[in-house]
């Protein structure tokens, strides 16, 4: 049967309740905290290496301009050793020409993502300067408060022990753990984002949800928190999938109530990204002005909001499509495409080796193409994608199927923390199934939406490419794990409660 909605508890019982969630809390901080302590240890094989992700070592050269200017990008060509305000202005004096606006073959600065800045600005402020930049003080504010959200939410759900759970198993997980707590990245937000926003939006999923007031408030900030996520990683923006799924419904709601929350979290989305967009022209423009007054190199190439998607699912075939030429590997899709480009374009590009065209966009030829930022070369790499597909279907289904199978196997263990140490116990997803159609048949309409809330966490690997690590973002076995121990244990605590005798027996 379809969970009911919760019914309201004595004053006794919540009071009570937020004691056992405060308690909660204080340990998951207590836990988390010890965890990061010992993050040298974490387990380093579950990780993503399909990806790049932010280029730490190239983004905090930039850096000290922003946090001394609010310009960005500004960077020296030259590693620098000035950090502090009259260190920095001092190098300006000495050598403002050496200033490029774009560094590295990730194309920090050239590639969009300008948001990104902003995650170096709580280590900053904590130690009153720009060095040492690190992203670590972000992603575990981020992780900690996804888990205590979500913590939070089951408990308003009346499901605090499904929460605890469920908080357990995701807060030991090697993958989250090791991209909060073992390096300087940002493919933890992935994983958090979606958290988040089940966090906001678990009411939802309960059959019969009534309406509430806080619902636009819901909507709204789950579109803006989505939105602000993707500046940072654009997958981060797939669950809105999943909250939309879950507005549509929600079957306690009127339709056209459904609808208008649908529309506030598009809005709220829309809004928040042409906001992030007048704010990236903003920094671009002080950058413009700090480099030219000082003599140094501006860049006045392409400027795309984030990675171009069709490079990422031209090269992404790779995974099983090696024998057609499909690789996922930047240069060899760069080696390919030059003699391309010459032929259909007429254009003068050559491929040598490295992360660019032989080329340079300059006179001074500091700044070499990028290859995604060419209009020219996205169009030749999305018609090879569309050609594969469209050319030959069935060998296409065939690649999403062998995706679907990796999803299915290739996920990360199940972790157990604890103050002195660590464990993994190897968990592939399909061995949870039999509990997901289980819980179908049952009608667990409340579990199985929880399940596949969490499906855009495998979009990537299905859609992209499901190779180095792609596939570990999935929690779906975790959560129906978490199900299963749940409901294991209200079972037992059932059956003890019926064979406790009454006092009329015992007497």
């Excluded at 070369?377 to 069935?394: Q, S, T």
């Excluded at 973002?473 to 959560?479: D, E, N, S, T, W």
Aim: charged share 15%; glycine share 10%; hydrophobic share 50%.
């Amino acid at each position: 049967m379809p969970d009911p909605p919760p019914s309201p508890e004595p004053a006794a019982p919540r009071r009570t309740g937020r004691v056992w969630l405060a308690l909660a809390l204080t340990c998951l901080v207590v836990w988390q905290a010890g965890i990061r302590e010992r993050s040298p240890a974490l387990e380093t094989r579950y990780r993503d290496a399909s990806a790049v992700g932010m280029c730490h070592d190239i983004w905090s050269r930039f850096f000290p301009f922003y946090y001394h200017y609010g310009a960005f990008p500004v960077a020296f060509r030259a590693r620098p050793r000035e950090r502090s305000l009259e260190g920095v202005e001092k190098a300006l004096a000495a050598r403002g020409d050496s200033l490029v606006m774009a560094l590295g073959g990730c194309a920090v600065g050239s590639g969009g993502e300008y948001p990104r800045i902003l995650l170096y600005m709580p280590a900053a402020w904590a130690q009153g300067g720009p060095e040492p930049a690190s992203l670590r003080p972000v992603t575990t504010a981020i992780a900690w408060t996804a888990l205590a959200a979500l913590l939070f939410a089951f408990q308003r759900q009346g499901r605090f022990r499904l929460g605890l759970l469920v908080v357990f198993l995701l807060g030991s997980s090697p993958f989250l753990l090791y991209e909060v707590y073992g390096r300087e990245n940002i493919f933890s937000v992935t994983l958090c984002s979606l958290l988040l926003a089940l966090a906001l939006n678990l009411r939802f999923l309960r059959a019969g949800a009534r309406a509430w007031s806080g619902d636009w408030v819901l909507a709204l900030g789950s579109g803006v928190l989505l939105a602000s996520l993707a500046q940072m990683r654009a997958e981060a923006a797939f669950p809105a999938a999943s909250v939309l799924l879950a507005y549509a419904l929600a079957s306690g709601l009127a339709p056209r109530r459904r609808a208008l929350l649908c529309a506030t979290l598009i809005a709220g989305f829309l809004a928040t990204s042409s906001g992030w967009a007048r704010f990236s022209d903003g920094l671009h423009g002080r950058a413009v002005e700090l480099v030219e007054a000082h003599g140094g190199h501006v860049y006045s190439g392409p400027r795309p909001r984030h990675h171009p998607l069709w490079h990422s699912l031209c090269a992404g075939l790779g995974d099983f499509g090696g024998e057609r030429g499909f690789s996922w590997s930047d240069v060899d899709n760069y080696a390919w495409a030059a003699p391309v480009l010459r032929a259909e374009y007429g254009l003068d590009t050559t491929y040598t080796s490295g992360m660019f065209f032989d080329q340079a966009l300059d006179e001074a030829g500091v700044y070499r193409i990028k290859p995604e930022l060419m209009p020219e070369y996205v169009e030749v790499v999305r018609r090879r994608f569309l050609d594969a597909v469209f050319g030959d279907p069935v060998w296409y289904a065939g690649v999403l199927a062998r995706r679907g199978a990796r999803v299915l196997q290739r996920t990360s263990p199940v972790g157990l923390h604890w103050v002195a140490g660590q464990a993994t116990l190897p968990f592939p997803g399909w061995l949870a199934l039999p509990i997901l159609f289980w819980l179908v048949r049952r009608r667990e309409g409340f579990l199985v939406k929880l399940v596949l809330f969490s499906a855009p966490l495998s979009l990537v690997p299905l859609l992209v490419q499901s190779d180095l690590g792609a596939t570990y973002y999935a929690i779906y076995h975790l959560l129906l794990l978490a199900i299963a121990l749940d409901l294991g244990l209200g079972y037992f605590a059932s059956r003890s409660r019926v064979s406790e005798p009454t006092l009329s027996e015992s007497t």
